[in-house]
C-alpha cells in the first residue's frame, strides 16, 4: 500500500481509512504500529469489538470477520446503507497488494 499506492501517487486525492483490531496475539492496541501507512490522506482506527469486520462479513458473505482484507472504491462513491460502487476488494493486504494497485491505477 505504501510503496504501490501513497509514494506512486503522491498527488492523489486517495482517503485511506484502516481499521486495526485484535485477531492475532500481537495485535493488541499497544502493539499496532500505526506508523506502518505514515501518510496525511491515512487515518487509523482501533476497533477493539471488531465491529467494522463483523459488518463486512455480514454485508459481504463471508461470515465470520473479515480482517486483513483491503475495500477499493472510487471518487463516486456513497454510504448510505452499504457502501459502493466497490472498485476491488481481497486480502490478505500484502498478499493483494498487486490487485489493489491495479485497480486503484486505473482510478487516478
Known amino acids: 500500500m505504501r510503496s504501490n499506492i501513497l509514494q506512486k501517487y503522491p ?3 486517495v ?3 484502516v481499521v486495526w483490531f485484535n485477531m492475532l496475539p500481537a495485535d493488541s492496541r ?3 504500529d500505526r506508523k506502518v501507512l505514515n501518510d496525511h490522506r491515512v487515518v487509523n482506527y482501533y476497533d477493539p469489538n471488531r465491529v467494522v469486520g463483523t459488518w463486512f462479513a455480514e454485508h459481504t458473505g ?11 472504491y472510487g471518487a ?3 454510504w ?7 472498485v476491488s476488494s481481497g486480502g ?3 498478499g ?11 482510478l487516478v
Open 11 to 13: 498527488s492523489s486525492d
Open 15 to 17: 482517503r485511506v481509512y
Open 30 to 32: 499497544d502493539l499496532v
Open 62 to 72: 463471508g461470515g465470520g470477520i473479515v480482517w486483513d482484507a483491503y475495500f477499493l
Open 76 to 78: 463516486d462513491a456513497t
Open 80 to 86: 448510505t446503507d452499504q457502501p459502493g460502487p466497490l
Open 92 to 94: 490478505t493486504v500484502i
Open 96 to 106: 493483494s497488494s498487486g490487485d489493489l494497485a491495479a485497480a486503484f491505477g486505473k
